[in-house]
């Protein structure tokens, strides 16, 4: 009897041991990798409603924590760059051009915009530019990209934007406000805030398109690009794969924007206090698209060269070597 129950307790302590180192695989097999995080800031715009979709259905993974901040003015952004608080930034490409050439440990992944401004007028027939001739022309901020670019446009198109037309500077909102009330006849505004007060006043016409109109001066193999995404170095050093897999991620997400304009246009509602109906009607004139910036680098080493014609300080002095843009 004795020797039946010693050998059932020894039975029983190996189905123990078993079980436990069993339990203890199992344990190993199913324990998550560790979390991972990725922070982008970008602005209240166009190019992040994809990154706003990519959050909300979290299309980095369970293990990857990704987080949009946003930002209100370019101060705001450049810090949390300078102080290496993100890991991805929406910037327009000079901004980028500038922190780089000013030593920024930064490199261009990606650019998400092609033109998005438009000479909008209320009252006013304009069906060439040099139609602005004799006008009161209202732009946000002297010395900012739609100000350079709106006077390169001008003067390849026959126009001295110095004593042909009237420049009147202030803020885009303040702008908008002006033409809703007829205080301004033309104005440069970007979208959606163009879509936004066409929608408000449908006397107010977009009257010239700034993208059709470069590709027009520059060639037709020749794009308007604007803003991309740009990359914390130490971001690209620490986990390569995992920004390569937002290069991806944030491809397909465009192309969602772009495909379902009413739910995101319910995403920059709920997010950036953006009307459903505006992103959604504004979605054909917003030109969002995704291209790599090795792939992009002709358009982009052609468009800061004409900002650096105007003003060499708004892109910090010269065109950024080929180290600038991201190869993946």
């Known amino acids: 009897m004795k020797r039946m129950l010693a050998t059932f307790l020894s039975l029983s302590l190996i189905c ?7 339990t203890t695989e199992d344990a190993n097999t199913n324990q998550s990798s560790p979390l991972k995080e990725l922070v982008v800031q970008a602005p209240v715009g166009p190019p992040t409603v994809p990154l706003l979709h990519m959050q909300e259905v979290n299309t980095l993974g369970e293990n990857i924590k990704f987080e949009v901040q946003l930002y209100k003015n370019m101060d705001e952004a450049t810090a949390r760059i300078v102080n290496n608080d993100v890991d991805l930034s929406v910037l327009p490409l000079n901004v980028a051009s500038n922190l ?15 033109g998005i401004l438009y000479i909008v007028s209320n009252g006013v027939v304009l069906d060439d530019w040099k139609d602005l001739k004799g006008q009161d022309v209202y732009i946000g901020n002297k010395g900012t990209t739609p100000d350079i670019l709106a006077r390169y446009l001008m003067s390849k198109s026959g126009i001295d934007p110095d004593n042909d037309v009237n420049i009147q500077y202030s803020t885009s909102p303040e702008i908008a406000q002006m033409l809703l009330k007829g205080i301004a006849k033309v104005a440069v ?49 620490e ?24 739910e995101a246009g319910q995403l920059a509602e709920k997010y950036l206090s953006i009307p459903t109906k505006v992103i959604e009607n504004a979605m054909e004139r917003m030109n969002i698209r995704f291209v790599s910036a090795k792939d992009a680098q002709e358009d982009v080493e052609m468009y800061l060269s004409r900002l ?21």
């Open 16 to 22: 123990t041991l078993l079980i436990g180192c069993s």
């Open 100 to 114: 780089y050439n000013k030593g920024t440990p930064i490199t261009l992944g990606n650019v998400n915009t092609w």
């Open 189 to 237: 505004l970007p979208e959606p805030l163009v879509t936004k007060v066409t929608m408000k006043n449908p006397n107010i016409k977009v009257s010239l398109d700034f993208q059709e109109t470069w590709t027009n001066i520059e060639g037709e193999n020749l794009n308007l690009p604007q803003a991309g995404i740009v990359m914390q170095n130490s971001a690209i050093k």
């Open 239 to 262: 986990n390569k794969e995992l920004i390569d897999k937002f290069q991806h991620a944030y491809s397909e997400a465009i192309k969602w924007v772009n495909e379902n304009p009413d």
């Open 308 to 328: 650096w014609e105007y003003s060499p300080d708004i892109i910090g002095g010269e065109i950024p070597d080929v180290k600038f843009f991201y190869q993946e």
